[in-house]
């Protein structure tokens, strides 16, 4: 009896000791993949201020966040599928038949979910190819709007009025982006038939020399305004084309406050910004004469 009572004691201290030995490893898995993760981030931190410090230019530093936001990404999901099968095998749960199952199921969804994979593809490239980047302005897919978040999976854009886009890279065939380098913006201006162009091409050149001087604007200007001449002879109006080398971003900006300055600068030299014109016709009979149009006059502003 005393020999049976301290085998079962043995094999209770075996099965607590073998219990207590699998919650450490786990404990000590679960500790390593959170130290990876924290060393990990902070070395890409690291990394990605180093890199911020000998950048050039603005464009580089958002080039390196979007690759640094990517890089969390990737770490995470690798770190933590590794840390999960680790933990399964430390708890007596074979792994082999996961994986072989993993990859029958990886094979039917490639082919269930092509797009999936088109995804994940296509944002590699963007990202590779230097495409898009957090903080562009771009249009993909018939949106529009700034890049908030760009993942392997998709692009997360926000446009003028607030409302939020998640394109799926893989519908991305082409992409405008409009925040490298430079911008133009291009302007077209209406005047009347019966302005005389060479003072209208003077009038404009002063509102672009006087923008540049602006110094709430000058640091947006590139260059000076460059005239393109008469682009159309419009049925009521005469088009004149011209535009400004501005910097990135600032293409909309600098437009309308041309726009605005040009508008005061006509009124004050007399020139005309044709409209369309309303002309009321009262019919005709077929002897050719027309009716007469009454017309209700207030007696009250005749008197006066």
């Given amino acids: 009896m005393p020999m049976d009572y301290l085998n079962t004691a043995a094999d209770y201290l075996g099965e607590w000791r073998a219990l207590i030995v699998t919650a450490l490893h786990v404990l000590l898995i679960l500790g390593l993949a959170w130290l990876v993760l924290r060393v990990s981030h902070k070395a890409i931190g690291r990394l990605r201020r180093h890199m911020e410090q000998e950048a050039d230019d603005a464009e580089q530093i958002k080039r390196l966040n979007t690759l640094a936001r990517v890089a969390r990404y990737v770490?995470?999901?690798?770190?933590?599928?590794?840390?999960?099968?680790?933990?399964?095998?430390?708890?007596?749960?074979?792994?082999?038949?996961?994986?072989?199952?993993?990859?029958?199921?990886?094979?039917?969804?490639?082919?269930?979910?092509?797009?999936?994979?088109?995804?994940?593809?296509?944002?590699?490239f963007l990202l590779?190819?230097?495409?898009?980047?957090?903080?562009?302005?771009?249009?993909?897919?018939?949106?529009?709007?700034?890049?908030?978040e760009m993942t392997l999976r998709y692009i997360r854009l926000r446009d003028y009025e607030g409302s939020v886009h998640y394109v799926p890279n893989g519908?991305?065939?082409?992409?405008?982006?409009?925040?490298?380098?430079?911008?133009?913006?291009?302007?077209?201006?209406?005047?009347?038939?019966?302005?005389?162009?060479?003072?209208?091409?003077?009038?404009?050149?002063?509102?672009?020399?006087?923008?540049?001087?602006?110094?709430?604007?000058?640091?947006?200007?590139?260059?000076?305004?460059e005239m393109a001449g008469v682009d159309q002879l419009g049925e009521s109006a005469l088009v004149i084309l011209c535009r400004f080398k501005v910097r990135a971003l600032e293409q909309?900006?600098?437009?309308?406050?041309?726009?605005?300055?040009?508008?005061?600068?006509?009124?004050?030299?007399?020139?005309e910004i044709p409209f369309p014109h309303l002309t009321v016709y009262a019919g005709q009979n077929k002897d050719g004469s027309a009716p007469p149009l009454r017309l209700l006059q207030d007696v009250s502003q005749a008197r006066s």
Avoid: C
């Fill in 75 to 124: 770490i995470v999901v690798v770190v933590t599928l590794v840390a999960a099968m680790l933990v399964l095998s430390e708890i007596g749960i074979s792994i082999a038949p996961i994986l072989a199952t993993a990859g029958v199921l990886g094979i039917a969804i490639g082919f269930g979910a092509q797009s999936l994979v088109k995804d994940y593809f296509t944002g590699l």
């Fill in 128 to 148: 590779l190819e230097n495409q898009v980047r957090q903080g562009d302005v771009i249009e993909v897919a018939g949106k529009g709007g700034l890049v908030e």
């Fill in 171 to 225: 519908s991305i065939d082409t992409v405008t982006n409009r925040s490298r380098g430079f911008a133009y913006a291009v302007i077209n201006v209406r005047v009347a038939y019966r302005e005389a162009i060479d003072e209208v091409y003077a009038l404009m050149h002063a509102v672009a020399a006087a923008l540049r001087t602006d110094p709430d604007w000058a640091d947006r200007i590139v260059g000076d305004l």
């Fill in 252 to 271: 909309w900006g600098v437009r309308r406050e041309f726009l605005y300055r040009l508008k005061k600068a006509f009124d004050a030299a007399g020139i």
